[in-house]
Structure formats: structure tokens, C-alpha cells
Nanobody
């Protein structure tokens, strides 16, 4: 089995910063892609940022220049550094990892439990 544990959410004032971290554990063989998604109340879950095992990144237009995703394949972690936070960034943030497991063919997606980020105006 694979487990993802997130940390780092909380309450911050507009303009502030937060860092989210996600640690994966279990019978992991290799990562394909790691990312962060978010879901605000009444809205669909949306992509925030992703990073491939090769280090390529992609960001939602709404967070470009403010958020930075980083991954450490050796430590099985992915982080999201968030600066210049806005009230519209308020959401539950989910870690998502596509990975290959030891002895299991194919790649599968796993999700963290979510961490709340609240930005006050």
C-alpha cells in the first residue's frame, strides 16, 4: 500500500506565505508525476502545480509566479511553496502522486487526505 501524508496548511493573512509538504510511504518503486490540487467550497477540484520525475513543472495560470513546486524522489516528498497568498487561494489542498509500486505493473494515482489553507483579507 501507499500512503500520502500532508502537512503545512493553516491560516494566513493576504500577502503571506505557507509551505505545504507531502510525504509518500509504502512499496514505492518510482514516481511518474507529483502534484498539488485544490478544491474550494462549491467548486471543482483544480490543478495547482505538478512536477515530473524529470523535474519539469506546470502551474495553473492563477498561481504562476507565486507558487513553486519541488520534489525529492529520494525522500519521496513533494512540496509547494506559496507566496503572496490571496483570499481566492483559500481551499483544501490535496497532494497527488502517480507512481509505480514494487512488483505491481503499471502506474497508479494516489491522493493525500487534504490540508486546509485559509487566506484572510
Amino acid at each position: 500500500q501507499v500512503q500520502l501524508v500532508e502537512s503545512g496548511g493553516g491560516l494566513v493573512q493576504a500577502g503571506g506565505s505557507l509551505r505545504l509538504s507531502c510525504a509518500a510511504s509504502g512499496s514505492i518503486f518510482s514516481f511518474v508525476i507529483m502534484g498539488w490540487y485544490r478544491q474550494a467550497p462549491g467548486k471543482q477540484r483544480e490543478l495547482v502545480a505538478v512536477i515530473t520525475s524529470g523535474g519539469s513543472t506546470n502551474y495553473a495560470d492563477s498561481v504562476k509566479g507565486r507558487f513553486t513546486i519541488s520534489g525529492d524522489n529520494a525522500k519521496n516528498t513533494v512540496s509547494l511553496q506559496m507566496h503572496s497568498l490571496k483570499p481566492e487561494d483559500t481551499a483544501v489542498y490535496y497532494c497527488s502522486v502517480d507512481l509505480r509500486r514494487v512488483g505491481v505493473p503499471g502506474a497508479y494515482r494516489y491522493w493525500g487526505q487534504g490540508t486546509q489553507v485559509t487566506v484572510s483579507s
